[in-house]
């Protein structure tokens, strides 16, 4: 007993007085708080649901009924915020994932109403992730009981869902994606940085100084053989969200296009990793950088819920971060199969890799031995 509680002892003695270890510990669960409560608000949950309103009728009563969707109200906040996308933009952005939903009143909708007492609004929800979906179908329809006691003559409003998928994805399912991506993300910093600190630790890099062999090409090495490393991490991921969720490309192009995708992460990242693990050269300030990168971009690119559910600033950061196009390919291949618009993404991913095995290379031919 007294050689148990010494030890406990001197180890928290120990770790008291590292101030890198403290930083980890303090920063990255700050981080993560901050980012949930930028995501989700204050009280928890988004105080406005994001939504494009594509208002083709120009009678009064479709402009009554945009007008709801602008003033409708809970107890606390609005219901909707309206996004001042035009049309265009704004089905692009549907079907790119960047927004949940976009509402149409159809060019008919008031001559309908007027003349058969009845007429739809069509509701194009991206049906990825089904908690999100059902709170947006009650939000509707809540709306359209606002506006029918706002205007009792128009009582035959409905909605039409016309939805990205055949059914509605859990949330967990969802995730299977951003998963996958963070895999390649952290396990490409931890496997690069770790094979750039070990050998400035180990002296190997004093070696490699006196050897012909040229340490930019060894930089490269390093986030190649970090990359394939990665990959294995990847792969258990997707072996788990396969076995536990049923989430699995459904045919071989898909699967091969998804390989290509998270590989290009992977090797971004560890390209990364290794020029972090030279910058810092010690295994155990290795951490901070990791957990600082890798979990805000998670949350950022769209981990765990559309970009469009972050606030404008954060929107606007996202577009210029290359996972947030990692996430969406993810996304569309696993969940909706589609190949379509692919080449983007991987253009994006593709000059992000390059830039990392530059970053690689000259970290590595700069690193003193």
């Not at 007008?67 to 107890?75: I, L």
């Not at 994606?177 to 496997?191: C, D, E, K, N, S």
């Not at 770790?194 to 490269?220: C, H, K, Q």
């Not at 991490?233 to 997707?238: C, I, K």
Request: proline share 6%; charged share 15%; no cysteine.
């Amino acid at each position: 007993m007294h050689a148990l509680l010494a030890t406990g002892r001197t180890d928290l003695q120990v770790l008291s007085r590292d101030r890198p270890v403290l930083a980890v510990g303090i920063l990255v669960p700050l981080a993560l708080v901050a980012i949930m409560t930028l995501f989700f608000g204050a009280a928890g949950q988004p105080d406005a649901a994001p939504l494009a309103l594509v208002r083709s009728d120009g009678h009064p009563l479709a402009v009554d009924l945009e007008e709801t969707f602008a003033n409708v109200r809970s107890q606390l906040s609005p219901w909707w915020k309206l996004l001042p996308d035009p049309p265009d933009a704004a089905w692009r952005a549907w079907e790119d994932g960047r927004i949940p939903a976009v509402v149409e009143i159809p060019a008919d909708f008031s001559h309908r109403l007027q003349t058969t007492g009845s007429a739809s609004i069509i509701a194009w929800l991206n049906n990825y992730n089904s908690d999100l979906d059902q709170n947006y179908r009650y939000r509707l329809g809540h709306t359209l009981l606002v506006y029918e006691a706002a205007f009792p003559d128009n009582r035959g409003v409905r909605v039409d869902n016309l939805d990205a998928l055949p059914r509605d994805v859990p949330w967990t399912t969802y995730m299977a994606g951003g998963i996958l991506a963070y895999a390649a993300m952290a396990a490409g910093l931890v496997y690069g940085g770790i094979a750039s600190v070990r050998d400035i630790e180990r002296g190997t890099l004093r070696v490699i100084a006196l050897s012909p062999a040229s340490r930019a090409m060894v930089g490269l090495g390093r986030a190649l053989g970090a990359t394939a490393a990665t990959m294995g991490p990847v792969t258990v991921a997707g072996l788990a969200a396969w076995a536990v969720w049923g989430v699995r490309p459904d045919r071989m192009a898909v699967g091969l296009a998804l390989t290509g995708i998270l590989a290009l992460l992977a090797l971004a990242f560890a390209s990364l990793g290794v020029a972090l693990g030279a910058a810092v050269r010690r295994q155990r300030l290795l951490m901070l950088p990791v957990g600082l990168v890798a979990l805000p971009l998670w949350f950022l690119s769209g981990g765990i819920g559309p970009v469009g559910l972050l606030p404008a600033w954060m929107q606007a950061v996202a577009t210029w971060l290359p996972t947030t196009y990692a996430f969406r390919a993810t996304l569309r291949l696993l969940l909706a199969a589609r190949t379509d618009g692919l080449a983007g993404d991987l253009l994006v991913l593709s000059v992000t890799a390059l830039l990392g095995l530059v970053a690689a290379a000259l970290a590595t031919a700069r690193t003193r031995a």
